[in-house]
């Protein structure tokens, strides 16, 4: 026994491509992950059970107080409601833009090189850069979008779209998706890549129309791709923060607060530190259990395909 | 496999030793913070019985010293705080270095927590009066970062005046200038409509307005989009029908002897400011859609007759050359003005160079120093009575707001009173009741007193 035990340790260390050795390169990587990830989200935890408001470091314990109260004042709620709205259209319009737009430029046509470059140009904008630019498009009476109203006879004053209820979350949500729509293009694109030509041909010898060969052969064949697209966007709309911050700063009133701005106003606004805590962590739980929940049926749908 | 094990539980152990370090550092951050009030403490009885005035002479035997100072904004061509001012102190005193970081007001919000939290905070940092923001004055000095500054030379024969940086008796912010505000008017507009005068009563106001409005004038533009800029209109009927009864209703409602609730307080407030949009004097359907600075260009490029903002936006509001005069909003029971003191500059109470720090300030605000000079220039501050007033750039518009300040019927902006977050409450409710969402003036004042109490709430 000892000695099969000196033999297995024997050759596990005369491994020329992984040795025990190797492990001790992992600390740097491990100890900054430690101390910038995991060491501030676990201070997260603690903090959200006290009264802690940012500055003044003589707080105290105070139970689930906190977590009570996010539960009951209505902001997680309002939030939440927003921030799923925000991900569920952002995640709809990216992917059906970003997919229609890769089906196209993944045809023969002429200046495919420019027509790809400039439909990721905007992903390469910081949100500020983005947020300010669309707060002007968007403008009443003198904005791009109302310029041209007026330019066609209509009335530019009357478009508003971040000063209306109904649709400052919309209009936000927008500038969400032609932002990011670029990358969501390069993904599908890349997929669409890989679908073997042969399989296509096969299938329009058989008959097939161009819907037919879209559904049953390039969708399966991209269906990890979808996912992980859908997933991406996912986790980007349940992080929504840029553009209500910039935009609308949560308004008109409080229809484009979204868990994250919650989040930010609370600590920073409200100085309740220990309280925004309990609404990340909160938040954390919520997002997980919705990417976890959707992974999951994605990759059940993939199988389906 | 084994390997992997003692992996796994180093890992473990440092993550449990990271959370113990967590509570550890708090713990020790309490005693900091403990050790600074303590110290405060100390400096207090110091400042107030021992020391008559501070060391001056030290900032001259120093040596060669390097003094940092924060500040938010954002630094502009020739900046006032980052190049002229350090400039002018090495002029001064050949071996002082005055290393200052200006940063946007959010940037310098989150620096600031984390420098006080590490110990490293700069030796001078700008702080609001009372309550007022991430920043205010007292929720430093309750936590003990704060020196007090009672011995300055520019502090110490006007205590009396200077009620909104006091904590404790301390006065903890040295600030020589103060902020209005009111409401901006073209005059040229004024008089197309027929208008002759500044009103004096709300009534004449509204008359005014509604002259404006049946001219083809649009009366008011707001940039209501930032919601912030309701405070502006919203504070100035706050001091005639509020503050002019009760100077002491913010005292009071922390007390809990008056409520955002009480009949012909707030409700009275909001009421009133409603008429604007019941009106359509202010045009809901667009502001809610405006930033401030689009109003500012509206105003400024004669679109509106009148817009309400603060002393620290007349630069870009008159950039065009408009006619502009400057007026309080009148109330029903008077002319009262929101005028503050404006926000100033503290001295960390753990800086190495306390007294040389009062000495940069002193020669700073003394009222005639090149430096107090081009101080005033930037034309973002208006000094108060005595301290070279009239010297201030566009005086002629904030004389008589300085006027009625002197005439006692000047009081401090409502938020600098209330705990931060009330009156981000306030902005939203309000906001929806302009923007129909069936939201009432009652929902507003309890909305805010739930809020009030919220945040009071330890």
């Given at each position: 026994m000892a000695g099969q035990t000196k033999t297995k340790r024997k050759g596990a260390n005369t491994s020329l491509v992984f040795n025990n050795r190797m492990y001790f390169f992992l600390i740097p990587a491990l100890a900054f992950f430690l101390i910038l990830w995991i060491y501030p989200v676990l201070q997260l935890f603690y903090y959200s059970v006290t009264n802690f408001n940012g500055v003044n470091y003589d707080y105290d314990f105070v139970g689930l107080k906190n977590y009570a109260k996010v539960l009951t004042n209505g902001t997680l709620v309002n939030s939440m409601k927003n921030t799923l709205i925000y991900a569920v259209v952002s995640v709809v319009l990216s992917n059906i833009l970003g997919l229609g737009i890769a089906m196209i430029l993944n045809t023969k046509i002429r200046f495919k090189g420019l027509f790809r470059t400039c439909a990721y140009f905007p992903a390469l904008f910081s949100a500020i850069v983005v947020g300010f630019i669309w707060s002007y498009v968007y403008m009443p009476s003198s904005g791009m979008i109302a310029s041209l109203i007026n330019l066609l006879g209509g009335d530019g004053s009357a478009f508003n779209p971040l000063g209306n209820y109904n649709t400052a979350l919309i209009a936000i949500c927008l500038v969400e998706v032609w932002k990011g729509f670029g990358t969501t293009m390069i993904i599908y694109l890349a997929g669409l890549q890989t679908v073997d030509e042969s399989l296509l041909e096969a299938g329009r010898i058989d008959g097939c129309t161009e819907w037919q060969l879209f559904r049953k052969i390039k969708l399966p064949l991209i269906s990890s791709t979808v996912t992980i697209n859908v997933i991406l966007s996912v986790i980007a709309g349940l992080k929504a923060f840029d553009y209500s911050f910039i935009m609308t700063n949560g308004g008109p009133g409080k229809s484009t607060k979204t868990l994250m701005f919650q989040v930010y106003e609370t600590a920073f606004t409200d100085q309740k530190m220990g309280r925004a805590s309990a609404f990340s962590v909160l938040a954390f739980a919520m997002i997980i259990l919705i990417t976890v929940i959707m992974l999951a049926y994605m990759n059940k749908k993939e199988v389906e395909l | 496999m084994k390997m992997k094990k003692v992996l796994a539980l180093t890992c473990a152990a440092v993550m449990a030793a990271g959370t113990l370090v967590g509570c550890g550092g708090s713990a020790d951050s309490a005693a900091d913070s403990s050790a600074a009030e303590e110290s405060t403490a100390a400096s207090k009885v110091e400042a107030t019985v021992a020391t008559e005035t501070y060391d001056h002479q030290a900032i001259e035997n120093a040596g060669d010293i390097t003094i940092t100072m924060m500040v938010s904004g954002v630094a502009s061509e020739n900046d006032f705080e980052t190049e002229q001012l350090p400039a002018l102190i090495k002029e001064k005193w050949p071996n002082v270095t005055l290393e200052v970081t200006k940063l946007p007001d959010d940037n310098y919000y989150t620096s600031l927590k984390t420098k006080l939290a590490s110990g490293e905070c700069p030796d001078i940092i700008l702080t609001q009066p009372m309550y007022a923001g991430q920043n205010s004055c007292y929720s430093l000095a309750e936590a003990g970062y704060l020196a007090p500054l009672?011995?300055?030379?520019?502090?110490?024969?006007?205590?009396?005046?200077?009620?909104?940086?006091?904590?404790?008796?301390?006065?903890?912010?040295?600030?020589?200038?103060?902020?209005?505000?009111?409401?901006?008017?073209?005059?040229?507009?004024?008089?197309?409509?027929?208008?002759?005068?500044?009103?004096?009563?709300?009534?004449?106001?509204?008359?005014?307005?509604?002259?404006?409005?049946?001219?083809?004038?649009?009366?008011?533009?707001?940039?209501?989009?930032?919601?912030?800029?309701?405070?502006?209109?919203?504070?100035?009927?706050?001091?005639?029908?509020?503050?002019?009864?009760?100077?002491?209703?913010?005292?009071?409602?922390?007390?809990?002897?008056?409520?955002?609730?009480?009949?012909?307080?707030?409700?009275?407030?909001?009421?009133?400011?409603?008429?604007?949009?019941?009106?359509?004097?202010?045009?809901?359907?667009?502001?809610?859609?405006?930033?401030?600075?689009?109003?500012?260009?509206?105003?400024?490029?004669?679109?509106?007759?009148?817009?309400?903002?603060?002393?620290?936006?007349?630069?870009?509001?008159?950039?065009?050359?408009?006619?502009?005069?400057?007026?309080?909003?009148?109330?029903?029971?008077?002319?009262?003005?929101?005028?503050?003191?404006?926000?100033?500059?503290?001295?960390?109470?753990?800086?190495?160079?306390?007294?040389?720090?009062?000495?940069?300030?002193?020669?700073?605000?003394?009222?005639?120093?090149?430096?107090?000079?081009?101080?005033?220039?930037?034309?973002?501050?208006?000094?108060?009575?005595?301290?070279?007033?009239?010297?201030?750039?566009?005086?002629?518009?904030?004389?008589?707001?300085?006027?009625?300040?002197?005439?006692?019927?000047?009081?401090?902006?409502?938020?600098?009173?209330?705990?931060?977050?009330?009156?981000?409450?306030?902005?939203?409710?309000?906001?929806?009741?302009?923007?129909?969402?069936?939201?009432?003036?009652?929902?507003?004042?309890?909305?805010?007193?739930?809020?009030?109490?919220?945040?009071?709430?330890?």
């Open positions: - | 009672n011995d300055m030379d520019c502090i110490k024969d006007r205590m009396a005046s200077l009620s909104s940086v006091t904590y404790n008796g301390d006065v903890v912010t040295a600030t020589s200038g103060v902020a209005i505000l009111g409401c901006f008017y073209n005059k040229d507009l004024f008089a197309q409509a027929g208008i002759e005068g500044e009103p004096q009563t709300w009534d004449e106001f509204l008359e005014d307005c509604k002259k404006l409005q049946d001219a083809g004038i649009q009366p008011i533009v707001m940039g209501d989009k930032d919601q912030y800029v309701l405070q502006f209109g919203l504070y100035q009927l706050a001091a005639d029908e509020i503050y002019s009864q009760n100077p002491d209703y913010d005292v009071q409602l922390r007390s809990g002897e008056t409520s955002f609730t009480d009949e012909g307080t707030w409700d009275k407030v909001l009421e009133m400011y409603k008429t604007l949009y019941d009106n359509k004097y202010i045009d809901a359907s667009q502001s809610l859609g405006y930033g401030a600075s689009q109003a500012i260009q509206d105003f400024a490029d004669g679109k509106a007759a009148m817009t309400f903002d603060g002393s620290f936006n007349v630069t870009p509001l008159i950039a065009n050359g408009v006619d502009a005069g400057y007026f309080p909003i009148p109330g029903t029971n008077g002319v009262y003005t929101a005028t503050c003191l404006a926000a100033g500059y503290s001295i960390y109470n753990k800086s190495e160079y306390v007294d040389e720090c009062k000495a940069i300030l002193d020669y700073w605000l003394d009222g005639e120093s090149p430096v107090w000079d081009a101080y005033l220039a930037t034309g973002k501050v208006i000094a108060t009575y005595g301290n070279g007033a009239d010297a201030s750039p566009n005086y002629d518009l904030f004389k008589p707001f300085i006027d009625l300040l002197n005439e006692g019927k000047g009081f401090y902006w409502c938020n600098q009173a209330w705990p931060a977050g009330t009156e981000t409450e306030m902005e939203a409710l309000f906001s929806e009741m302009i923007g129909g969402q069936g939201t009432t003036v009652e929902d507003i004042t309890q909305g805010m007193q739930d809020k009030f109490e919220d945040l009071l709430d330890e």
